[in-house]
Nanobody, 124 residues
Framework: QVQLVESGGGLVQAGGSLRLSCAAS????????MGWFRQAPWKEREFVAA????????YYADSVKGRFTISRDNAKNTVDLQMNSLKPEDTAVYYC?????????????????WGKGTLVTVSS
């Protein structure tokens, strides 16, 4: 069982930066691929970024590539999302996700564990 708790959301002006963090419980954290997803008002949840269990490979949605960076610390059971050059269209609730299968994280379907989300609001 893995429990995920996100933090770091808030209000920021366009062009600014935020760093989200996801704290995971459980000693098997390092076995899971991790991801970040987001859901904007009136829209479906969408994939943002993912990282393999070792941290050796990362994946990004085209809309955030070059602006966001995902990283993890298996010793601390955390996965972070550094968000730079934020845009109003990045406004959403951001969710942390964990699954033993990277392909599941990348698809966003059938993910084993979800956090409750943290709100990011980018003002223009």
């Amino acid at each position: 069982q893995v429990q995920l708790v996100e933090s770091g959301g808030g209000l920021v002006q366009a062009g600014g930066s935020l760093r989200l963090s996801c704290a995971a419980s459980g000693r098997t954290f390092r076995r899971y691929a991790m991801g970040w997803f987001r859901q904007a008002p009136w829209k479906e949840r969408e994939f943002v970024a993912a990282i393999t269990w070792s941290g050796g490979n990362t994946y990004y949605a085209d809309s955030v590539k070059g602006r966001f960076t995902i990283s993890r610390d298996n010793a601390k059971n955390t996965v972070d999302l550094q968000m730079n050059s934020l845009k109003p269209e990045d406004t959403a609730v951001y969710y942390c996700a964990a699954d033993s299968d990277l392909a599941t994280i990348l698809s966003g379907s059938g993910v084993q564990y979800w956090g409750k989300g943290t709100l990011v609001t980018v003002s223009s």
